[in-house]
């Protein structure tokens, strides 16, 4: 049987036996029996006022910034170690009481997810509390390598190997987060941090959700408007169109970040504006995939940019596409 023919048996199997593949519960590794109890009690706790950290900590240079806040580099004085620090308003002149409100709420429940995940594949929280009624600073691990988004902004678009290798990275991680019934809902390159080596991990849970009795979510107008700046191009149809939406919206966008990292651009090219892309998405087209890439790379990114969310496999079960398993370096 020649390579191509291996591979479209492959692909054959997969299409065949994906759903049901790895199940969500805890018959599976990756789910933590004790964590939706963890995060139910934080929930209830506020912002600490003071945590030892910040006595020792020296702010240094910015490495990035958004609508709310700034990502600092960050020395502690007491282990020699360098770390992250995300410093986040809750207190600015001119903005509403009910806004700043919601910042909050939005703050702790970032928190409550941080604090609570352990995984090789998702940035690792260290500490928070509230800075002079102003400021929450998050403490969390220091990644050298930066994010894919700068990594591809300074060096251009990346092998089809080392796609392979992040990706397989994003699913362990995804994979995790899924089984415990949490949707990151803001991945995208600018949300990937790289450790200068060989690992990346998921970082910026101020958009993701807990679910505890597994229904679809609702958005918002605002949730939408509010990702025009961002994360728009990466958005699933279901939460563009305000539909209800579930984990399935992070395999969408995982597909929009393989053709960002394979192409070096977001996966909308020739989309310019927001009311483009909505016609583009009610009319049902997907983000086109890039010619150059093997079959195999092709036939994953399909998987992932399936319309009806339904028929988007899980990212357990997307550890066993043909794309991820024959690996040449392997």
Not at 107 to 126: C, P
Not at 264 to 293: C, D
Request: hydrophobic share 35%; with cysteine; charged share 25%.
């Amino acid at each position: 049987m020649d390579s191509s023919s291996l591979i479209l048996s492959q692909k054959s199997a997969f299409d065949t036996d994906f759903k049901g593949l790895i199940s969500y519960g805890p018959d599976n590794l990756s789910f933590d029996q004790d964590l939706k109890e963890r995060i139910r009690r934080d929930s209830k706790n506020s912002i600490k006022r003071t945590c030892p950290l910040t006595e020792n900590i020296r702010i240094g240079e910015l490495l990035g910034e958004g609508a709310y806040g700034k990502v600092y580099k960050a020395f502690n004085l007491k282990d020699g170690k360098t770390i992250a620090v995300k410093v986040m308003k809750i207190s600015q002149q001119g903005q509403y009481e009910q806004k700043l409100e919601k910042i909050k709420m939005n703050l702790q429940k970032e928190i409550t997810l941080l604090k609570n995940l352990k995984h090789k594949n998702i940035i690792n929280y260290l500490d928070s509390c509230i800075i002079n009624d102003t400021d929450v600073n998050i403490y969390m691990e220091y990644m050298p390598g930066g994010s894919i988004s700068s990594l591809i902004k300074e060096f251009g678009s990346m092998d089809e190997n080392a796609i392979r290798h992040f990706t397989r990275q994003l699913l362990s991680g995804l994979d995790y987060l899924h089984q415990n019934h949490i949707i990151h809902a803001d991945l995208k390159g600018a949300n990937i941090l790289f450790d200068g080596l060989d690992n990346i991990k998921l970082s910026d849970f101020g958009a993701a959700k807990f679910i505890e009795n597994l229904s679809l979510l609702s958005v918002s107008q605002s949730e939408v408007c509010s990702s025009i700046q961002g994360s728009l191009y990466w958005m699933a149809p279901e939460m563009i169109q305000q539909k209800g939406y579930g984990r399935k919206i992070d395999i969408w966008s995982l597909g929009c970040t393989i053709i960002e990292m394979a192409t070096g651009n977001h996966p909308w090219p020739e989309v310019k504006n927001y009311p483009q892309l909505v016609m583009e998405i009610i009319s049902k087209r997907t983000p086109p995939i890039p010619a150059f890439l093997s079959i195999e790379a092709q036939d994953f990114i399909r998987q992932c940019l399936q319309y009806d969310k339904k028929l988007r496999p899980r990212p357990g079960d997307l550890l066993n596409h043909p794309f991820i398993i024959n690996d040449p370096q392997q």
